[in-house]
Structures are given as C-alpha cells and as structure tokens.
C-alpha cells in the first residue's frame, strides 16, 4: 500500500484539514489490514469506524457552511448524502461477501481522493474569505473563531 497523505489534500483550514488526515489514515489501514489478510469480521468493524467517522466529519464541514452562509452547501451536503448512502451500500455488500475488500478500498479512496480535491477545496476558498474555523484543543480549549462571531458581538 503506497497510499499516503499528499500536500495537494492540505487545503489550508486546520481543522478540515485535520479531519482529512484521520479519515484517509482509516482508509489506508482498512486498504493494508485487507492486503495482510485480516480477517473480515475485523475488516467489517473498521469499516463500521470508517462510516461513523465519515458522518462525523461531513457534520462537522456542514456546521461550518452553515455558520459562513457557504452559498453551495446544498449541492455539498447532498454529495455527502449519497456518499453515506454508497458507503453503507458497500459495507452491507462487503459483510455479506458480495464483493472484495480491495473494492471496497478503491470506491473509499477514489471518493475522498476526488471530494477533497474539488467540494472541499471550493469550500475552503470560501472560508478563506476572512472566515476560519474553531479548531477543538487536546487541552479543551478552542481556538478563537476568527470572523464567527455571533451577530451583535
Ligand atoms: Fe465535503
């Protein structure tokens, strides 16, 4: 597995950013644990992870079109639905041993590979219009939310 993270996925928001980089980490150890023949019900929970960490994440930059009015947050968020959609679809198929794991690896890499680099780099240049985002801290503190501030503040 010669899959790893690649400068062009930085998109230059801290926290997406972050998100990305457990999410292809999660992909690329479900793509190696199947290459060192793991068995499938461990491959099966490591996709259950894969999924809930997708919906997390999508979450996540949802709240965040929200809060700066992102103007294609509805065709965004709908790619994101069907996505959890395929993602579901393909983690029933793999459980009941309808396809491979290695197909199941391809349609998750393929997908973040090709989101990233088009819906969320559209939306990061929208933040980049003077809008960060909150980045949670390992000591619970947040960051500041530069140009989130709550109307009337
Ligand atoms: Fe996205």
């Given at each position: 597995m010669n899959i790893k993270w690649d400068?062009?996925?930085?998109?230059?928001?801290a926290r997406i950013d972050s998100e990305h980089r457990t999410l292809l980490g999660l992909i690329v150890d479900f793509g190696e644990a199947a290459e060192q023949g793991a068995p499938r019900e461990r491959l099966v929970r490591m996709l259950d992870e894969i999924s809930k960490y997708a919906e997390y994440h999508f979450l996540c930059e949802e709240n965040i079109m929200t809060d700066c009015q992102y103007p294609e947050q509805k065709n965004h968020a709908r790619l994101h639905l069907i996505l959890m959609e395929d993602l579901i679809e393909k983690f029933w198929q793999f459980k009941r041993e309808a396809i491979a794991a290695d197909e199941v690896f391809k349609f998750m890499f393929e997908w973040f590979d090709s989101h990233i680099s088009i819906e969320d780099k559209k939306l990061v240049g929208h933040l980049g219009n003077g809008l960060t985002t909150a980045v949670p801290l390992a000591s619970g503190r947040r960051e500041t939310a530069v140009g989130l501030a709550p109307k009337g503040s």
């Open positions: 400068s062009r996925y930085d998109l230059g928001n």
